[in-house]
């Protein structure tokens, strides 16, 4: 079953620093949300937003539904339609890590939401 939302946790890291995590709850294919991230005393606002993965390529995949628990989030700046990346991951709290150009790294931890 796909899922119809995630929740994302996200952190910055830098050597053996980590900022506080931030748990967001995001729908796939929504508009891009705003999200601040606090390292160091220093301020890092991101734009993220979450889509699914490119369909399966071969027929054993699509029947198998490898897939099927497995979204995408896009990274980028504010004000900036080109992107910093896209970290892609199954929703099984696992971190997946992105650099950043400013030195610190992006961990993103995807999971299946809470009870509403």
Do not use: H, Y
């Not at 734009?47 to 990274?75: H, K």
């Not at 700046?77 to 950043?100: D, H, K, S």
């Amino acid at each position: 079953m796909r899922p119809r939302r995630a929740r994302v946790i996200l952190n910055l890291v830098r050597g053996d620093t980590v900022s506080a995590p931030r748990p967001i709850d995001l729908i796939p294919e929504e508009p891009p949300r705003v999200v601040k991230l606090v390292l160091n005393g220093r301020a890092t606002t991101l734009v993220v937003s979450l889509s699914r993965p490119d369909p399966a390529r071969s027929a054993r995949d699509r029947a198998l539904a490898l897939d099927a628990d497995i979204v995408c989030l896009r990274v980028a700046p504010p004000g900036v339609p080109q992107p910093l990346g896209t970290i892609c991951g199954r929703l099984n709290n696992v971190a997946r890590e992105l650099p950043l150009p400013t030195g610190d790294t992006l961990a993103a931890t995807f999971a299946w939401p809470g009870w509403r």
